[in-house]
């Protein structure tokens, strides 16, 4: 087995001998929001409370989950200040999936049992689509021969982390009251209930069609599942949705590689590239040489690659500043 950054195991067996179990925490909080999506929801929108939703959405899954938890603390794919990170990875908290130190094992055991040449299907989304929405909303996987798990210092003895992960349902609070405060009731379920439906489920469905169905431009030999690119998400999710690039370049901190391949994470990473708060940001070019990486297209020399560049919004900002 290859040794990963944080997880290790030596048995094969570790990526696939397990039994899903339905996790109470987990389930009752997506179900009652659920609930209130259903049967609130439609009953008390309005203008400003769709607005409230947009915008809450938009600022918690490209600051908060893409550019905050996946591409900054899990794959450390550019360097910023500990104040930013700290703001984004909170936002990320506040997407309702789990804290930091929970999307971090969450993400490594996936992503390293994924390139193993047999992985459970719970973390393949390996079933079909209603079961694996069950399991992936309402259940965790107990391994048989769980792999080790080494999260670094900087985070595991982090007091800020390990406070936001031991309290991170909570966290919703410190949105909720001034929701509450300011638009009442429909502020309310629609920039928390909605929200956190419309993110976690949609980061669900996301990832059950980015491991099944979609384009292709490489495949990672020798591994158990490949991930497939998803035009159609790749706006709305922030660039997440390109994920047999990321499967190809997980260490990049730009995951629409291609002109024409729409990523809103990497627009906001360039911007502020540009404004200097961001660093040593990595590329594909910049990555270590994967021999099992093949191309699988015949006229990826003939793409555009999207590159780092000058970004007008952020140069207008130094000029005022």
């Keep these: 087995m290859k040794n990963t950054e944080r997880v290790y195991s030596e ?41 409230v939703f947009i915008s809450l959405t938009a600022v918690t899954l490209c600051f908060g989950h893409s550019l905050g938890m996946h591409r900054l603390l899990i794959h450390r794919s550019y360097e910023c200040p500990k104040w930013m990170e700290y703001v984004f990875v909170y936002l990320g908290v506040l997407v309702g999936m789990a804290g930091p130190i929970g999307m971090m094992k969450q993400h490594d055991l996936r992503d390293w049992a994924q390139r193993q040449k047999k992985c459970h299907d719970f973390l393949l989304h390996g079933s079909k689509i209603l079961k694996d929405g069950w399991w992936q909303l309402n259940c965790d996987l107990n ?9 670094e210092d900087e985070v595991s003895k982090n007091r800020f982390y390990l ?20 638009g009442g009731i429909p502020w309310l379920v629609w920039g928390v209930s909605v929200r956190v439906v419309i993110s976690v489920g949609g980061h669900w469905l996301i990832g059950y069609f980015a491991h099944n169905h979609g384009q292709r431009t490489w495949t990672v030999e020798s591994a158990a599942v490949q991930g497939h690119n998803i035009r159609i998400a790749g706006f709305l999710s922030m660039g997440e949705a390109w994920h047999n690039n990321h499967h190809a ?27 200097g708060f961001v660093k040593n940001i990595k590329l594909p070019k910049e990555l270590p040489h994967r021999s099992e990486l093949v191309t699988e297209v015949i006229d990826l020399e003939s793409r555009v690659e999207r590159v780092p560049e000058e970004c007008k919004i952020a140069n207008f900002i130094k000029r005022k500043s």
């Design 11 to 51: 048995l094969p067996e570790s990526a696939f001998e397990g039994e899903v179990v339905w996790s109470p925490l987990k389930s009752i909080w997506f179900i009652l929001n659920l609930i209130v999506t259903l049967c609130i929801a439609p009953f008390v929108v309005s203008f400003s409370s769709i607005l």
């Design 143 to 151: 391994l048989k021969y769980p792999p080790e798990f080494t999260i």
């Design 163 to 182: 406070f936001i992960e031991k309290y991170w349902l909570f966290q919703q609070l410190v949105v909720a009251v001034p929701l509450y405060l300011l």
């Design 249 to 275: 370049y997980p260490g990049s901190a730009m995951l629409g590689l291609y002109k024409g391949e729409p990523d809103p994470g990497w627009w906001v990473l360039n911007a502020l590239h540009n404004l």
